[in-house]
């Protein structure tokens, strides 16, 4: 089992920043991959960002590229997610997630789930 725990959301102007944290706690996480999910209200979890637990590999959604930015701390277990100019269109619930093995971009390919932070973005 593996045990995530977010914290980090809050309420920002738009063009602000926040950086989110992902505590990670459990089994080994050599093999896993780390994400970053967000859901709007009335719509699908979507992709934000991954990151390999070992290794220099970074997955973004086109939506965010270039805004914010995927990191990891192995020695503390914490997976980051720096967000920079951020926009009213990026208010959701936030959550991170970890899946062994292949990236896959769909929530449905993630095995382990924390309880979502909430980001609000005032225009």
């Known amino acids: 089992q593996v045990q995530l725990v977010e914290s980090g959301g809050g309420l920002v102007q738009a063009g602000g920043s926040l950086r989110l944290s992902c505590a990670a706690s459990?089994?080994?996480?050599?093999?896993?991959?780390m994400a970053w999910f967000r859901q709007a209200p009335g719509k699908e979890r979507e992709f934000v960002a991954a990151?390999?637990?070992?290794?220099?590999?970074?997955y973004y959604a086109d939506s965010v590229k270039g805004r914010f930015a995927i990191s990891r701390d192995n020695a503390e277990n914490t997976v980051f997610l720096r967000m920079d100019g951020l926009k009213p269109e990026d208010t959701a619930v936030y959550y991170c997630?970890?899946?062994?093995?292949?990236?896959?971009?769909?929530?449905?390919?993630?095995?382990?789930w924390g309880q979502g932070t909430q980001v609000t973005v005032s225009s």
């Open positions: 459990g089994r080994t996480l050599m093999s896993y991959i």
């Open positions: 997630a970890a899946v062994q093995g292949t990236f896959v971009r769909v929530a449905s390919g993630y095995e382990y």
């Open positions: 990151i390999r637990w070992f290794g220099v590999t970074t």
